[in-house]
């Protein structure tokens, strides 16, 4: 068996047979999911929480595309490529607009209930940040993840799938010839198995979501620790644009200190007509772009930030005062409740906001069928970089790529002959070396190293600072490794993901997007308008990393990806 490097972890105590194994149960993992099972394709998902609690129920302003009269897929596209500063993939945009009505609609004779126009009966649109045209598909007001979230796991149970919840996923299981073959598992005290076990499936399909918990205030929930990205890269996969962490603009700011998951304010605020202001009530988006507060996240995110050290504060205001009760209760429950239960009330107060860790562009490399560097393994959704986002997600195009890219991923598996089950056992994970394991009390330290050094706001002092801080952090191979567990394995990932990032971030000597260099502010198209692929190799003394670039914004030909 073949699988380079691997965590420290006790030998599997029981295994499942599929033919494929979805790890995730956000909107792209449930999709893949259901159209692998479609397919005839015996599938199991192993979700870290339960089947419900993905990434996609936190999602509050909606799906993005190109449903509404006058708008085309050619428009959605031009706002895409605006809002990715450059770096987009042409053709893997073209491919998600165009797609992506069809897979919305789609998505609704699954069962998912958009808002609709009490006028027209039509599903209700709004607009968001980058966008020129009202695209935004939402559901329940501000609940647009969660309904999504409630029918596809609906269909799930409605299809039988085999489900293992409350499993964190530890390593990819490799064959003889590096094809995957499936993925190892511990149970975390729930669910039909206990302990470590493992998934045998030669079709993997990665729907991790995000690795927000890197930063120490995010609106990622408390189980985004970036297990996809690291296994991945354990594996001997390819991931890209690590380096573009979009930062939501308008996060609830709750005091300085705040650490840990924070209650996210829909951009969707600002679409219905919400301003940006300073304490002394002045707004300040407007001249700064054409859009003011509806400029694209990146540039709202920097124009916060600026008046804040201008003025010396730590947050600004979003009022929207205007709306009145009725329109808060009705388009934006689960916000106004969220601001009330923190002493807030939007109805007659300014909300306190500060850009917060949000979304990763950036993930594993993969090809426009989801197909990653490593035969058999895929990925979609948060976890995977298919070139959409470029260096900056425009607005609610993340739940249309989880959508787009899993129905492409299940097509693949679909047409692809049943691979033959590993002639052994591939839990054995022979041939592979162990990465030994921080201490669980790492996380806080990566975090608070991230932030300082790795934030909105980046400089060569302050990420080299970062890197110094993560090497020190890394547990030493000669001294005495902390005891596999849930928390030594997420702190193992975590500190996988930061280094990545953080090794992107110095080489990108340019301002792009959303990664904000201030010793290096403006653009550089002639030097950098391409991609930084990084991989992680074994060496003789442990691993390294392995930084190149691209010749272009379009990505290289996934070679070996798929499952031949």
Request: charge should be negative.
């Amino acid at each position: 068996m073949t699988a380079g490097l691997r965590l420290d972890a006790p030998r599997s105590g029981w295994a499942i047979a599929a033919d494929v194994v979805v790890v995730g149960s956000g909107v792209a993992g449930l999709t893949a999911a259901l159209r692998c099972a479609a397919s005839g394709r015996k599938t199991v998902i192993v979700t870290k929480a339960r089947l419900d609690a993905g990434s996609t129920r936190w999602a509050q302003g909606g799906i993005a595309a190109a449903l509404g009269e006058g708008d085309t897929p050619g428009q959605h596209l031009d706002d895409t490529l605006v809002a990715g500063a450059g770096l987009c993939d042409e053709e893997a945009v073209r491919t998600l607009v165009t797609e992506g009505p069809d897979a919305v609609r789609r998505l609704i004779a699954a069962g998912a209930r958009f808002d609709t126009s009490a006028e027209t009966g039509r599903i209700a649109l709004t607009r968001e940040g980058g966008h020129h045209r009202r695209r935004i598909a939402h559901a329940g007001g501000d609940a647009t993840g969660a309904e999504i979230s409630r029918a596809l796991v609906a269909a799930v149970r409605d299809a039988g799938i085999e489900t293992v919840e409350n499993a964190l996923v530890l390593d990819l299981l490799k064959d003889a010839d590096g094809h995957a073959a499936g993925v190892s598992l511990h149970v975390m005290g729930e669910g039909r198995h206990d302990g470590v076990g493992a998934v045998h499936a030669p079709a993997v399909v990665l729907a991790t979501g995000g690795m927000g918990q890197v930063f120490s205030a995010t609106t990622n929930p408390s189980v985004s620790t970036g297990d996809g990205v690291a296994l991945a890269l354990r594996a001997g996969a390819e991931v890209s644009d690590l380096e573009f962490v979009q930062f939501h603009p308008t996060v609830l700011y709750l005091g300085p200190g705040s650490e840990g998951q924070q209650p996210l304010v829909s951009e969707a605020v600002r679409g219905e007509g919400a301003h940006l202001v300073d304490a002394d009530g002045e707004r300040f988006m407007a001249g700064q772009h054409e859009l003011a507060e509806l400029a694209p996240r990146d540039i709202v995110a920097k124009g916060i930030m600026r008046r804040m050290r201008e003025r010396g504060a730590d947050c600004m205001y979003l009022d929207a005062r205007h709306f009145g009760a009725r329109m808060w209760q009705e388009r934006f429950p689960t916000i106004l409740a969220a601001c009330r239960a923190h002493g807030i009330d939007p109805v007659t107060e300014p909300v306190p906001v500060a850009p917060a860790a949000h979304y990763a562009s950036g993930g594993v490399r993969t090809d426009l069928a989801g197909r990653t560097t490593v035969p058999g393994l895929y990925a979609c959704g948060e976890v995977a970089c298919t070139g959409v986002h470029g260096a900056n997600r425009l607005a609610s195009n993340s739940l249309l790529e989880g959508l787009v890219f899993a129905e492409r991923i299940a097509a693949d598996i679909a047409r692809t002959p049943v691979r033959a089950p590993a002639p052994e056992d591939p839990g054995d994970l022979a041939g592979t070396r162990t990465v030994p394991l921080p201490p669980a009390e790492a996380r806080y330290a990566i975090q608070r190293t991230m932030t300082a050094g790795a934030g909105v706001l980046r400089s060569a002092e302050s990420l080299a600072r970062a890197a110094e801080e993560l090497a020190a952090l890394a547990p030493d191979e000669a001294g005495k490794p902390a005891e596999p567990g849930v928390e030594t394995w997420e702190a193992a990932n975590l500190h996988l993901v930061a280094g990545v990032l953080v090794a992107a971030a110095l080489r990108r000597t340019e301002t792009r997007g959303c990664h904000w260099r201030e010793d290096h502010p403006e653009r550089d198209d002639e030097s950098w308008r391409r991609h930084l692929v990084v991989a992680l190799r074994p060496t003789a003394g442990g691993s390294e990393l392995a930084v190149g670039t691209t010749d272009s914004t379009a990505f290289p030909p996934v070679t070996g990806g798929g499952t031949p």
